[in-house]
């Protein structure tokens, strides 16, 4: 599995960006999908996941200003962020596994997304 993250850039606060996460290759028929993050000097968190039947899960400090979907054709995932905030300057990340496993295998390569106030 491949993926490819993208939409990543600088945006004032309130502003909005939308990030896009294309996966190729093998994709699993029952796959969890995930946007993490990671700003300077801090480990890596999570941002929110989207199962294969579609049903979300978010982190606290982004609820009802993020949201993550995803194509018909189940091969593209996307993090649609409004009111946005400096502290959620970071590189972001898509990710995928298989319902059934631990960790997530295989990874995007990350956009940056910079929040200025």
């Known amino acids: 599995v491949q993926l490819q993250a993208s939409g990543g850039g600088s945006v004032q606060a309130g502003g909005s960006l939308r990030l896009s996460c294309a996966a190729s290759g093998r994709i699993f028929s029952n796959y969890i999908m995930a946007w993490l993050r990671q700003a300077p000097g801090k480990e890596r968190e999570f941002v929110g996941t989207?199962?294969?039947?579609?049903?979300?899960s978010y982190e606290d400090s982004v609820k009802g200003r993020f949201t993550i979907s995803r194509d018909n054709a189940r091969t593209t995932v996307y993090l649609q962020m409004n009111s946005l905030k400096p502290e959620d300057t970071a590189v972001y990340y898509c990710?995928?596994?298989?319902?059934?496993?631990?960790?997530?295998?295989?990874w995007g390569q990350g956009t940056q997304v910079t929040v200025s106030s």
């Open positions: 990710a995928i596994k298989s319902l059934g496993d631990s960790q997530y295998r295989y």
């Open positions: 989207i199962t294969w039947s579609g049903r979300t």
